[in-house]
Nanobody, 125 residues
Framework: VQLQASGGGLVQAGGSLRLSCAASGRTFGTYAMGWFRQAPGKEREFVAVISPSGSTIYYADSVKDRFTISRDGTKNTVYLQMNSLKPEDTAVYYC???????????????????WGKGTQVTVSS
């Protein structure tokens, strides 16, 4: 599976960005998808995950009520809408997928083991 994230950039605090992750190489609609991030000097952390059908979604407490994950099966793409951005949201954002279909594992990684190249998000104060 190939995962290609895009949409990062520089934004002021309080602004918005929408990240996209295009998936190819397998049946998109049968796999959970997730977003993770890694800030400089910190470990990678969970942001959001969505089940294959989209009926189950989890968010990290730090982004709840500000970020929204969604998926479009017609475009084989998962999105992360980020609103009310804060400087502490600055990080490289990665999309991820599990190797097993119809599988959403436990935290912290929710069974994700395929990782795309990240996209940089920088929030200025």
């Amino acid at each position: 599976v190939q995962l290609q994230a895009s949409g990062g950039g520089l934004v002021q605090a309080g602004g918005s960005l929408r990240l996209s992750c295009a998936a190819s190489g397998r049946t998109f609609g049968t796999y959970a998808m997730g977003w993770f991030r890694q800030a400089p000097g910190k470990e990678r952390e969970f942001v959001a995950v969505i089940s294959p059908s989209g009926s189950t979604i989890y968010y990290a407490d730090s982004v709840k009520d500000r970020f929204t994950i969604s998926r479009d099966g017609t475009k084989n793409t998962v999105y992360l809408q980020m609103n009310s951005l804060k400087p502490e949201d600055t990080a490289v954002y990665y999309c991820a997928a599990p190797s097993r279909s119809y599988y959403l594992g436990p935290p912290p990684d929710y069974g994700m083991n395929y990782w795309g190249k990240g996209t940089q998000v920088t929030v200025s104060s």
